[in-house]
């Protein structure tokens, strides 16, 4: 199998912009193969001197060769189908919670924990995840994830006995094990496979992959387990439910080893075509972090994904006692609201994705949408308690199109505040902070909810949103692939037409081939 360069191509300065890296030492030193060159316009049969401005950035940057392949659709579907495995088992206990309380006779902070031991286990498992990543190439990655939640899925199937909590509990683990090897994958997945002018909408289909499973996990699990007092016949629904999930995580893990590929054997972008030049042994995974977290607008968005995420976190686990808090024997339709709340979210990221696309105003759209969740959070808060579930549906889907709607946006906006550094890393420390917010939210708007209500657990979760808001607001905007890309396109055109956009080039007529570096 080929090794993955790409990622381990994008490392740099993040002092400097994606232009100002490209000029600086570092940057040739990391790539020897875009030393300086003499390049023949082709047809025209002109050469740039030295002199012009334009030139020399030309020089630095060969047009390479790049090319969109079909399959990238299907590499894109395979990794979702994945994704949303993945995430229908994460809400699949909590959203009948009430059920699985009684099966197992358990209190409520244990199913809680079901749900947070995805949050938990990713902590620890984030590093090393990366390292397999810059190491072994995401094909890698993917398989391992997809074996794990494969084997956890069949764990599963065995507990469906009230006697064997720990089993479920040991099963959801390993689940969520393979969450680690899949949450921080879109960003990369569409940089490797993608034009430029379809990243984010790519990245934002990849994280729907996710919020589907999660949409799944809301709707199947209350219309599979029906809230009866037999403990056979419960336990006979249960183990349904487990061998359904089962065998969809098994044929996914088939179809990752058969169809899978690391990328394409060219690439679709200038930019990476120049990151795949680098050599891998210029790389220091140690260094690239040390980088982020030196780059200080990176850090703000990390704070602030982490709040807004964290805050999704804890609605989606704390959903079904919220709903049944105030509606009784409501459990199917606090499995609706959920699904409401994420199908408006899949619609949000997919417009989010399409929009910066066309616009690519990272900044504005990340901190309007950030505000409009703040707002959303408010009115489902206000509006939970009055008695009627058709507003619960309204409010609950205006949460999720904002609040779901950010996680693409956070992910793209971070790659193009680190550009050149690997966007499996950046994503992979949004995803870290996102986990930490969310396992203190849900402990804490969980202990708030029982001693308070649910008015005041949503209001706490109002708060940091609120911060959130305006933390955003001071994140200075570095687009730094944009500009990269913007460069590369430039140089390439200056070559081409033999125009020297600084007005100082000199013109040689020259007949001799380019140079070798």
Aim: hydrophobic fraction near 45%; charge should be neutral.
């Amino acid at each position: 199998m080929p090794q993955n360069n790409t990622l381990k191509g994008h490392r740099a300065n993040p002092e400097l912009g994606g232009e100002g890296w490209m000029w600086s030492k570092a940057g040739m030193d990391l790539a020897p193969s875009l030393a300086p060159q003499r390049w023949s316009p082709g047809p025209l049969d002109r050469a740039f001197s030295a002199g012009s401005r334009w030139g020399d950035r030309a020089k630095l940057i060969p047009k390479a060769d790049v090319r969109l392949y079909h399959r990238r659709w299907l590499m894109l579907f395979i990794f979702g189908a994945l994704s949303a495995s993945n995430g229908f088992a994460w809400l699949q206990y909590s959203i009948i919670s009430n059920i699985f309380m009684k099966f197992y006779n358990i209190d409520a902070l244990a199913i809680d924990w079901l749900s947070m031991i995805y949050l938990v286990t990713y902590l620890p498992l984030i590093l090393p995840v990366l390292w397999l990543l810059h190491s072994k190439g995401v094909r890698d990655v993917i398989l391992v994830g997809s074996a794990f939640n494969c084997i956890g899925a069949w764990i599963k199937v065995g507990s469906a006995s009230p006697s064997l909590f720990p089993l479920t509990f040991f099963g959801q683990f390993v689940t969520a094990v393979a969450s680690a090897y899949v949450l921080g994958i879109p960003s990369y997945l569409a940089s490797v496979w993608f034009s430029e002018e379809e990243l984010s909408t790519a990245c934002s289909i990849g994280v729907l992959g996710y919020q589907l499973g999660i949409a799944i996990g809301f709707l199947v699990p209350p219309v599979l387990v029906p809230n009866v007092d037999d403990m056979d016949e419960l336990a006979h629904h249960i183990r349904i439910m487990f061998y359904i999930t089962a065998g969809v995580a098994t044929f996914l893990f088939v179809l990752v080893v058969f169809v899978f590929q690391e990328r394409p054997k060219l690439p679709p972008t200038q930019s990476q075509a120049a990151a795949r030049s680098i050599p891998p042994e210029h790389y220091s995974y140690t260094a690239s972090i040390r980088r982020l977290l030196r780059n200080k607008p990176f850090i703000l968005l990390i704070v602030t994904y982490g709040l807004n995420v964290g805050c999704f976190y804890a609605v989606g686990t704390l959903l079904n006692r919220m709903i049944i808090f105030h509606y009784p024997g409501e459990e199917v339709n606090a499995g609706r609201i959920g699904l409401t709340l994420v199908i408006a979210g899949m619609v949000g990221s997919l417009i989010c994705g399409i929009w910066l696309d066309r616009t690519k105003t990272y900044k504005q759209t990340t901190l309007a949408v950030y505000l409009m969740s703040l707002v959303g959070m408010i009115v489902y808060a206000a509006t939970l308690s009055l008695g009627h579930l058709w507003v619960v549906f309204i409010t609950g889907g205006a949460l999720g199109f904002f609040m779901t709607g950010y996680l693409p946006l956070g992910f793209e906006y971070a790659v193009e505040l680190t550009y050149p550094e690997s966007e499996g890393t950046s994503s992979g420390l949004l995803n870290c902070s996102a986990q930490v917010f969310g396992i203190i939210f849900t402990i804490a708007q969980g202990k708030i909810i029982d001693q308070f209500g649910t008015l005041e657990g949503n209001i706490f979760l109002c708060v940091f949103l609120l911060i959130g808001t305006i933390l955003t607001g001071l994140i200075k905007s570095d687009l730094r692939r944009q500009n990269a890309n913007q460069q590369a396109k430039a140089a390439a055109e200056a070559q081409m037409s033999g125009q020297d956009y600084g007005a100082t080039a000199l013109i040689s007529q020259q007949q001799t081939p380019p140079s070798q570096a």
